[in-house]
């Protein structure tokens, strides 16, 4: 299974990345862009088939690795 | 292959029909498609320096010191205690332009192989760029993306980037260049060269897998752009400064033990030009086996493999018997590796796929015979416009004051503080004299040594006259070393010129040969290694002949180290040289007439090397605090420099000029060569004075320093005309952050 | 004193390490492959600065995978002397030897120059040969340190004195502006609750030595040594 991950920095805390994103838009004239936020996408092919147990493994490696929860949050989707 | 070697094919090789009637004749039959594109990376511009061979050898590569000169990766320096430096500058310009990230950071990664592959840890790394101007986002964007692609390699490998220089210019809008500049230390005795000695020792590739990155890389950069140049993007290759970082370890652990024969990465052309090269020097074959070449992709053809320019890629010959210990080391810094051929006596480059032949060629007749031209060269028809300029139509300076700001705030001059603060310039704890001093110095652990670099070229003189230009582009990297304290001790150059099938483009190369040439004779200072970037051209539009130069000083002893600023209130402000009406090709005609005619400074060499001589001196027997060529924008902006680039603290500085004849702006912006703004207590006035005397140099007090603002008077001393009355800190901010304005428009 | 210096493979400021400790202290020292599991006869750790595994995915997030982060891990639990210096720091941060994380630079640029930094807490084994409130000039180089952490280990951190050095002023005063890089408080290095383990992103051994201009980084290593009730 290939699991599609996106990590992106908790709301709340401060991403001046995406600051910087949004205000270039801004000046481009594109007036109603907003709360632009800049993350990470991974693709990870998982060698299991069960889907449940493939959800856990990812999840792992969310919290241990992929992401670092005390300022970012993740989500992903097994496909 | 049964593929036909059509018309089509040759030109799109960028080959013309005699040198492929050569290669059939190398050969004895017609080349397959391997054998084509192998031949024409190697026989390219880039590669086989064609145009420009027969006029190099006319440049100084000996002298006393000198270990190893060009044809290497870079060129070998003794500086004694049984250490030597090892360095060169190469330009990644094309790249640039087309994807400036990348192609600036990969330029820093090819120049820091070059450097490691001779067996030497690099220790500084210097950028010589040129952008156009910053009122176009296009061009903002160039600078920034260069910027940070040379601090994304250079910081990651733990290199730091100590110095360089920034010049814009609208000429260089859609041809940008980067030179990069990498010093490196060796012991004397263990240099590392690319030679595949000793029949039947391995050959061994290690470092990243191939892909099909950059294939035709050297081609693209010996040839002009046109507006298709922008789809050109997937041919630059991306860089891997952390994969480069652990080759850069696993070379030094190769090199540490009695391992290896031979050395060399695989920069344009890779994996042909690394097996080619390194047989040829040893007047040997190579029987290389592709099967066992690491791929980042499937289905990869002979073509591929051999043209790939994957970056962080090494060639090594081994001695035979060491390949399991090689191979153990660069397993233990995650490479990957494998042996892939081995030494022949047959001279023959013979490449293997899959047990079958894949393509056979003399190793020397790709890396050595190559085509050579004696290309035509004349000078423009509109050369003569360019240096003749009627200076009584151009009216002199109403305000001084503003004129000074505007040259303080011009790009060109402004304070590079933006871009260097972006570059890690003091990991590895060396960095004597940081960025925006007249040279870098670093020192040399385990010694009392230091050893200065800077990087130079003021390419609008070379426009006006290249034979000039490139003797004023040498006398002022000296001055910056003698300006630090250093004696310079070797040079190496990027040429970066047009397009040489012109004959006025070769006519402006050959001339700034003939100068560096004439210039490195008379101060003896010996070209070890170099580059030639042609074709630096556009829609038909060439860039300014820009024969940038890196030239590297020693400095004996480290506590000898000088800098540009002021240090004291009360000090004593000495010139040492003498002013002329040199308007021509300054910087002050650019900003306020915008002009870019004339002639360029007048220059004596014998006067400059006293000058300088004068200066080591003065610093050597400690009679000075500070040492400060003045060059783009004059003696007003060398002044106004002393006053505010210090690190800690900025001072004011009280200042008379007296005139003879001359207009007022050529006295405060004029560019005569030879001349040095020193700072000393008065207590040393007259031993100063004495030895310039002595020396047969010009010199006079002209001022001191203090005071909260930058004062000249021009006129005798009755006058009470303040020409010139800023406070320091509006100069300095308007100096310092004009850069960053600029930048920070959308 | 033996000194262990870490060496991660991408790490770029061990060789400076060893140099002050060595060449300018006197120390012994003896660098650590990151592969090494045991630390038997070290008296304190370094992490140095640099690029571990490139600074990939997250600084410091595939160091403290390496197996001698676990052997780290029991010697500062033991009560061992560990500095963390900025990418060591941010390593300590991901291994959770340190609480909080390290953001992008406000800028967005990597950026390298001296800064000001306030000893906020002078009883430390890494600041005890400084005066309370010294003003300290050293350098950075980097393009993540701009330190957060939630408010509730601000809180705790600020009552037990754990945050060691404020960017400032050259005069000592903690403002926004004498902030290079937006981090949280202006904290520029923080230590553990147990006060054996300091993390800082400013590079003592950058400027602790005549010839470079500045001494001021010398203060912290030399703190180690009194601590340590070494002589130099």
Known sequence: MKAKIHVTLKQGILDPQGKAIEHALDSLGFKNAANVRVGKYMEVDVQETDKAKADAQVKQMCEKLLANTIIEEYRYELV | MSLVITKELIAQHNLTDDEFKKIVEILGREPNLTELGMFSVMWSEHCSYKSSRVHLKKLPTTGPRVIQ???????????GDGLCVVFKMESHNHPSFIEPYQGAATGVGGILRDVFTMGARPIALLDSLRFGGLDTAKNRHIVKGVVAGIAGYGNCMGVPTVGGEVVFNDIYSLNPLVNAFCLGI??????????????????????????RDGIHGATMASDSFDDQSEKKRPTVQVGDPFQEKLLLEACLELMAGDLLVG?????????????????????????????HVPRREP?????????????ERMLMVAKAGKEEECIRICKKWDLDVAVVGKVTGSGILRVLDQGKVVAEIPAKSLADDGPRYERPFSPPGYQDMLTNLNYDALPDVKDANAALLALLESPTIASKRWVYEQYDHMVRTNTMVRPGSDAAVVRIKGTNKAVAMTVDCNSRYCLLNPYEGARLAVAEAARNLACSGAEPIGLTDCLNFGNPERPDIMWQFVMAIEGMKDAC???????????????????????YPTPMLGMVGLIESADKTMTQWFREDGDDIILLGATREDLGGSEYLKVQHSREQGSPPYLNLETEQAVQSCVLQLIRSGLVQSAHDCSDGGFAVALAECCMSGPDQTHGAVVRLTPGRQRIDSMLFGESQSRILVSAKPAQRQAILDQAQQMGVPAGVVGAVGGASLVIYVGDERSTTKTIDLPVATIADRWGFSLERRLSQE | ???????????????????????????????????????????????????????????GAIARFSPVMRAVKAFAKDGGAVIGICNGFQILLEAGLLPGAMLRNKSLHFICKDVYVKVENAATAFTEACESGQVLKIPVAHADGNYYTDPVTLAAMQANAQIVLRYCTPEGKVTPEANPNGSLDNIAGIINPEGNVLGMMPHPERCAEDILGNKDGKLIFLSLLKAMKVKV
């Open chain 2, 263 to 291: 050395i060399q990465d695989m920069g344009a052309a890779g994996l042909t030009s690394s097996s080619c090269e390194m047989a040829s020097r040893a007047g040997n074959g190579i029987d290389l086996d592709l099967t």
């Open chain 2, 299 to 311: 289905g990869m053809t002979p073509y591929e493999l051999m043209l790939s320019e994957s970056q």
């Open chain 3, 1 to 59: 004193m033996n000194v262990g210096v870490i060496v991660f493979p991408g790490s770029n400021c061990d060789h400076d390490c060893r140099h002050v400790f060595q060449d300018v202290l006197g120390q012994s020292v003896q660098m650590i492959w990151h592969k090494e599991t045991s630390l038997t006869g070290i008296d304190a750790v370094i992490l140095p600065g640099g690029f571990s595994y490139g600074d990939y995915l997250r600084t």
């Open chain 2, 69 to 79: 000169g060009p044809g290497e990766n870079a060129g070998v320096v003794d500086i």
């Open chain 2, 186 to 211: 060796a012991q004397k005795d263990k240099i590392f060269l690319g030679t595949a000695a000793g029949v039947g020792n391995p050959v061994i590739y290690f470092g990243s897998k191939t892909g």
């Open chain 2, 521 to 543: 004779e008379h101060f003896k200072i010996p070209i070890v290694s170099g580059n030639v970037s042609f074709y630096n051209e556009t829609n038909g539009l060439s860039i």
